[in-house]
């Protein structure tokens, strides 16, 4: 009997797919199919798959044209696959032309001809979501740049009345209300105390929104925009590119499944050198406005949104308000410390410790892929390593444009997280100014 094996993502299975299928089908007796999953892909830089593993495995099995649907879960797997299944020939399409010789070595390869005109990537963005984004803040340039990497998503222009700092931009919108009339959604990227106003606005024209966080300086505000979200049935989204991200998920289950005991102290610091211009003109400007959110992160994420107070030691400089702040927050069993510093450099990890042992996050933290937990037992000690794409960026999109096609809440970022992180913002406004 001959075998033959192939392999691919499959997602959204198209008709080049099943021509491949076909093609491969006829070149024995036997054929296997390996479906790559999404932590396979996303290792290889393919982070913007619209189905999971099963549909897509699903999708294979019921074009009857595979006898056996198998998983493609790491690098290498092809070689054991082969020798273990007794393959005769590995198949795939000619965009991989020479890709695989390395095979010939276990099995007769050949590459079959593609089929022109269709891939998922074009299906992906067939129905792209257009996205106009508001703001003057430059780290836009960097979300334009990650934008381009993801299907289903196109930043179709720029619009900022913030006049001290002008982008550069393809498209420049000549009003808010212009870029709304031409877009599905916004990404808010204005200074925080104006964010609530374009929030706001964006929704109630039935856009959705993603905004960078804060997405207010008050908790109040940010309820009644999740609500007015909900009731308009729109996707708002906190732009904390961190909780997107791959490491920091399984950084937060690894600890939810109890590895280093019960969470006692979190200390977490972010700092930058660089001062953001919005942050030298705002009214707010202040280290804990632009690093709040993101140092906020990992204590609320893992200690929960429940502390029983909060404080905040803020230094002045002669220039500018608050170039430092040390915030404490106490919880009922656990104690947490946030440092934030601009125009100040300082260690940017993190440091979670618990009962049975500890997680070091190296610097910088947010957007670290790697991390290590930490025991007495030396021996015990463990290291992770993680793809961070864009710095978490890309997945966040990638997440975003999901939530919209599937209507789903935002599962990395929760409203409550978000709008915990907007009361502190008032806290500390009331207390440092
Ligand atoms: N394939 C093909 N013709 C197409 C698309 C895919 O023959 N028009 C083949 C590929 O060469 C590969 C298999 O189908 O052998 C699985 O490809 P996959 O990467 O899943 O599909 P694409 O449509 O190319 O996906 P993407 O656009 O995400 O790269």
């Known amino acids: 009997m001959i075998k033959v094996i192939t392999y691919g993502t499959f997602d959204l ?16 007796d036997y054929l296997i199919v390996g479906v790559t999953t999404e932590n396979f892909d996303i290792t290889r830089g ?76 074009q299906l992906r963005d067939s129905n792209a979501i257009k996205v106009g984004v508001v703001g003057g803040d430059p780290t836009v340039y960097k979300l334009i ?16 009345d913030e006049a001290d700092i002008v982008l550069k931009a393809d498209k420049a919108y000549k009003t808010f209300d212009a870029l709304l009339a031409e877009n599905d959604a916004v990404y808010v990227a204005v200074r925080p105390e104006n964010r609530f106003e374009y929030i706001s606005r964006a929704l109630n024209s039935g856009k959705h929104v993603i905004s960078e966080s804060p997405i207010s300086m008050d908790g109040k505000q940010a309820e009644s ?30 600890i939810k499944s109890g ?60 220039e500018f308000k608050d170039i430092y702040t040390k915030a404490t927050l106490k919880y009922k069993d656990a104690v947490a410390t946030v440092n934030v510093g601009v125009g100040v450099k300082s260690e940017g990890d ?56 599937d209507n789903a809440n935002n599962y990395y970022l929760s409203d409550d997280i978000s709008i915990a992180i907007c009361k502190v913002m008032k806290q500390y406004k009331e207390a440092a100014i």
């Open 259 to 318: 590895i280093i005991g019960e969470i006692k102290n979190i200390d977490v610091t972010c700092t930058s050198l660089e001062v953001k211009e919005w942050l030298k003109v705002t009214k707010y400007y202040s280290s804990f406005t632009g690093w709040g959110a993101v140092a906020l992160l990992p204590v609320f994420k893992i200690l929960g949104i429940d502390y029983e107070s909060i404080s905040f030691l803020t230094l002045n400089s002669d």
């Open 145 to 160: 740049e990650q934008a381009k990497k993801v299907n289903g998503l196109e930043i179709s222009g720029l619009y900022s």
């Open 46 to 121: 393919k982070i913007n798959v619209s189905q999971s593993l099963m549909e897509r495995m699903e999708a294979v099995r019921r074009t009857g044209l595979a006898d056996e649907v198998i998983p493609e879960e790491y690098e290498g797997q092809k070689i054991d696959d082969i020798i273990r299944n007794n393959v005769s020939v590995f198949a795939v399409g000619s965009d991989w032309d020479g890709h695989f010789d390395y095979l010939n070595e276990y099995c007769k390869v050949i590459y079959l001809p593609r089929t022109e005109g269709i891939s998922s990537s």
């Open 225 to 254: 925009l999740y609500r007015l979200a909900e009731e308009k049935k729109l996707i708002l989204f906190d732009s904390i590119k961190t909780a997107y991200g791959l490491p920091f998920q399984r950084l937060v289950l690894l």
């Open 350 to 405: 993190l440091r979670i410790s618990g009962t049975d042992g500890y997680i070091y996050v190296p610097a910088p933290w947010w957007k670290s892929g790697y991390f290590e937990v930490r025991f007495e037992d030396l021996a015990k000690n463990k290291r992770y390593f993680y793809e961070n794409e864009g710095d978490g960026l890309r997945m966040e999109l990638v997440r975003f444009v999901r939530s919209i096609s």
């Open 13 to 28: 299975l198209h008709q080049g797919h099943i021509n491949i299928l076909k093609r491969a089908r006829a070149l024995g």
